[in-house]
């Protein structure tokens, strides 16, 4: 299989160079409130606002009443409830109870970070945050509907949003060394909800799990071998707190092989293609909006996105039933002409044409956008899925 193929190393790191960043612009109906006054306070607030877009953090729901069908122990006998109580009895022991706990470092390096690279951390922070916290939304309300089904699921999803909210709340403390605070509660009710039916909610989730698993041992890694790029310390703790969305993807994992109806047939290998797909485009188009920020710790955008792209595809061809081939050249090539395409999409939302022009103007670009992404998924996939890939487990190097 094309996925054994070793990864080359990262090339040498860009100087950092800090432009401005581009500015983001207010919509009520998806605004996150924060606190903010005009004189420097202790815990000054402000008020913002995150631009809905198909790139944004999203929140979500789903089918209730068919995740407790999907876990009824007396409907469905594919559940593993043997490998679900071991599951159980690993978010029980709690690793990282003790481990999100600041220090001094963290406000003395945030008054150190100034222009350009102060806002980039106060963006990072700020889709991070919301990131975690849609998790937490989602698997808390999971861990409420299925307690009665299936109790031990249920405990693991509420042991879960634990973890979610640990991770969010850890990130809003650190917007408070920028001398800002996401207002959680306002967030919940003000953000739009995405529906997704629970087999494209295992499909999605399980891949965001596992990106985020390697994005941050990969960042974790890569500043303990360059810690002249450690400007800020929330990065000291990526190497545990990855270890959180690796238990979360293991657990998605073993819920899609207790459900072979989302793993075994042509279908399930249409939409697997397309989630990973969506996963690795809008991580791939994100990131190469913001360089300056990969720059600033001393890492290439694009091979560390393509460094992470792989790695993830890897991991999830041992469940997934197809994946890309993420590790053709030419796949690399159509997402960087994506990128291309995208900053034209910018440019013409940032104009100062009338609405109806630009939305004239978007339409070729957008018609070239769906060419591309259909061009990708179209091409040859990768058959995988329930196999042993122990002799293919990834030897990253940095």
């Not at 990969?218 to 238990?247: G, M, S, V």
Request: hydrophobic content about 40%.
């Amino acid at each position: 299989m094309a996925l054994v193929k070793p990864i080359t190393n990262f090339s040498n790191v860009v100087t950092p160079k800090f432009g401005n960043t581009r500015s983001t612009s207010s919509k009520s109906s998806t605004m996150i409130r924060m606190s903010s006054s005009s004189t420097k306070t202790k815990k000054p607030t402000t008020k913002k606002a995150i631009k809905e877009t198909l790139l944004a953090p999203r929140f979500y729901t789903t089918d209730f009443d068919e995740m407790e069908t999907l876990f009824n122990t007396e409907i469905n006998n594919n559940l593993n409830q043997v490998e679900f109580e071991a599951l159980l009895q690993e978010f029980k022991t709690d690793y990282n109870q003790t481990h999100f706990v600041r220090n001094k470092e963290f406000k003395v390096a945030a008054d150190n970070l100034q222009g350009p690279l102060r806002q980039i951390f106060v963006e990072f922070l700020e889709r991070s945050c919301t990131a975690e916290f849609s998790g937490f939304l989602l698997y808390k309300e999971l861990g409420r509907r299925l307690k009665k089904t299936n109790p031990v699921v249920a405990e693991i999803f509420s042991l879960m949003s634990r973890d979610e909210a640990r991770h969010a709340g850890f990130l809003n403390k650190g917007l408070s060394d920028f001398n800002l605070a996401l207002d959680l509660g306002f967030l919940t009710k003000a953000r739009k909800y995405t529906f997704f039916k629970p087999k494209f909610i295992f499909y999605a989730t399980y891949l965001s799990e596992k990106i985020g698993y390697w994005r941050y041992i990969t960042i974790y890694r890569h500043l303990k071998a360059n810690p002249e790029y450690q400007c800020y310390p929330i990065f000291k703790y990526f190497e545990n707190w990855c270890q959180d969305e690796n238990r979360h993807g293991d657990f998605f994992s073993a819920l899609m092989k207790a459900q072979p109806q989302f793993l075994n047939d042509w279908k399930a290998k249409l939409w697997s293609r397309f989630f990973c797909l969506s996963v690795y485009v809008t991580m791939y188009l994100n990131d190469c909006q913001r360089t300056a920020f990969y720059e600033g710790i001393g890492l290439n955008t694009k091979e560390f996105d393509m460094h992470v792209i792989i790695e993830t595809n890897r991991t999830t061809a041992r469940i997934f039933p197809a994946v890309l081939d993420v590790e053709n050249p030419e796949f690399k090539r159509k997402l960087d002409r994506m990128v291309e395409i995208n900053q034209k999409l910018i440019a013409v939302g940032e104009s100062d044409d009338i609405p109806l022009v630009k939305n004239v103007k978007r339409i070729p670009i957008i018609a070239a956008l769906a060419s591309e992404l259909l061009a990708a998924y179209l091409m040859p996939p990768i058959e995988s899925g329930s196999v042993d890939f122990a002799e293919f487990e990834p030897q990253v190097v940095y």
